[in-house]
């Protein structure tokens, strides 16, 4: 099983909303990540988490906000998005961070 | 600059023919993934090569490492409608601890 699973597929939401993206994985992966991708372009990445703690921001701003409850389960918290925010975020995990990443399907935000 | 060259950018081609993406950098990866992935949806891995000089293939895809672990190519023969996607290569830096994408090619297989 090397599933990567993400809820919602889809979110509109409006720029005052507080929204949270989810991820789950059960491959006993001990490293994942958040990444956005905007059309035609490779994924850039938000954030890692190893052993539930967070190791690498690349400068995201507060208000996108990670949240790694266990092992198995990640979340970002959305608040006072705004339009250029749109995009699909994609979640991703691996055994560790020097191993190959599987994604999930990735959800489509479209902050209005 | 890109840490990962990716060329070409955009690819379109009959059904039939053969097509090669390639990957370039001037620095050393301990591994590289291959993904495909179609709008909408995530990247899903190809293929991972690790081994300098690594050949790799998956039916009609070959995937190959360079010796010095710096560069990659993918090989599609008969390329088939179904191909058309784009593909990412994506490297792990030999002493970092995250992925670096190439830029991405486009694909488009006419039938």
């Known amino acids: 099983d090397t599933e990567v699973t993400q809820t919602p597929k889809h979110l509109v939401m409006g720029m005052t909303n507080k929204k949270s993206l989810k991820c789950e994985q059960h491959m006993g992966h001990r490293a994942m990540y958040w990444y956005k991708q905007k059309a035609k372009k490779p994924p850039e990445l938000m954030f890692v988490y190893s052993y539930e703690k967070l190791s690498i921001n690349e400068s995201v701003p507060s208000r996108f906000s990670p949240e790694c409850p266990n092992s198995s389960l990640l979340n970002l918290h959305l608040h006072a998005l705004q339009p250029e925010d749109s995009a699909l975020y994609l979640c991703a995990s691996s055994q560790a961070v020097s191993s190959e990443a599987f994604f999930g399907q990735g959800t489509r935000l479209t902050v209005v | 600059t890109q840490l990962l060259e990716q060329s070409p950018q955009f690819l379109s081609i009959q059904e039939g023919e053969n097509l090669t993406v390639y990957c370039n950098s001037s620095?050393?990866?301990?591994?590289l993934q291959w993904y495909r992935q179609e709008p909408g949806e995530g990247p899903v891995l190809l293929v991972t090569v690790v081994t300098g000089g690594e050949v790799k293939k998956l039916k009609r895809l070959t995937f190959q490492f360079g010796d010095a672990r710096k560069d990659s190519s993918l090989h599609i023969t008969a390329a088939q409608p179904g191909d058309t996607g784009l593909y990412l290569c994506?490297?792990?830096?030999?002493?970092?601890?995250?992925?670096?994408f190439g830029a991405g090619t486009i694909l488009r297989v006419k039938s």
């Open positions: 620095s050393v990866f301990s591994s």
């Open positions: 994506a490297g792990l830096m030999e002493y970092g601890n995250k992925l670096v």
